[in-house]
């Protein structure tokens, strides 16, 4: 298994462009999410799928769409990037009850730089 | 909504030291705690959690954490530091009635020779 993977892993973007990042699990989650990861403000939750066909915005969705393609696939879109988007973003996805108990599984992370 | 607090945002000891990183969360049920570690560049690995049962918690690389309720406390240890422990430890909360996970701030752990 490959477990998360997300693609691209770096990426700079000019303020205004849009981009998608791509998050796709191979071990049969129901839940995915997505953070992003800014210094000394640990992870913050943009958007969840708790299961294929659903989404719900987290703390900091302002800015971001998402699409839950499939149950393996999770995307981020950013339709207009900001500088304030410069940040680290991970994907995780969460095993099905009653296992593991909410652990979530991460992906390497997606390092987007705007200028 | 719960929430975590992570004390301190730096933690330096010397190679072979105690290491305590602290952890203090708010849940309005009984919680799931987890301590995650991110190396530089990398994701984040789950080092131990707490869901029932017994509330001392052993994990990987010798790290342990206590639940402690009546100090609504989840602080990581390791009785001995090791050069490849230098990292970001992330202290998180979950609620057990969904899957909404809060994080810390995070501390970063520098381990001296």
């Known amino acids: 298994n490959a477990g998360v993977t997300q693609t691209p892993k770096f990426q700079v973007l000019k303020t205004g462009q849009s981009m998608t990042l791509q998050c796709a699990q191979d071990?049969?989650?129901?839940?995915m999410y997505w953070y992003r990861q800014d210094p000394g403000m640990g992870l913050r939750l943009i958007y969840y799928?708790?299961?294929?066909?659903?989404?719900d915005k987290g703390e900091v969705p302002n800015g971001y769409n998402v699409s839950r393609l499939n149950k393996r696939e999770f995307s981020l879109r950013l339709e207009s990037a900001a500088p304030s988007q410069t940040s680290v973003y991970f994907c995780?996805?969460?095993?099905?009850?009653?296992?593991?108990?909410?652990?979530?599984?991460f992906g390497p992370g997606t390092r987007l730089t705007v200028l | 909504a719960q929430s975590v607090t992570q004390l301190g945002s730096h933690v330096s000891v010397s190679e072979g030291a105690l290491v305590l990183l602290r952890c203090n969360y708010s849940?309005?049920?009984?919680?799931?705690l987890f301590w995650y570690v991110q190396y530089p560049n990398q994701g984040l690995q789950l080092l131990l959690k707490?869901?029932?049962?017994?509330?001392l918690v052993k994990g990987i690389n010798g790290f342990e954490a206590e639940f402690k309720k009546s100090e609504t406390s989840f602080h990581l240890t390791k009785p001995s530091a090791h050069m490849s422990d230098a990292a970001e430890y992330f202290c998180?909360?979950?609620?057990?009635?969904?899957?909404?996970?809060?994080f810390g701030a995070g501390t970063r752990l520098t381990v001296k020779p």
């Open positions: 995780a996805s969460i095993p099905p009850p009653p296992a593991r108990y909410n652990e979530q599984f």
């Open positions: 071990m049969n989650h129901n839940s």
């Open positions: 799928s708790a299961s294929e066909g659903t989404t």
């Open positions: 849940s309005s049920v009984p919680p799931y």
């Open positions: 707490y869901t029932t049962g017994a509330t």
């Open positions: 998180a909360v979950s609620d057990r009635r969904n899957n909404d996970m809060r």
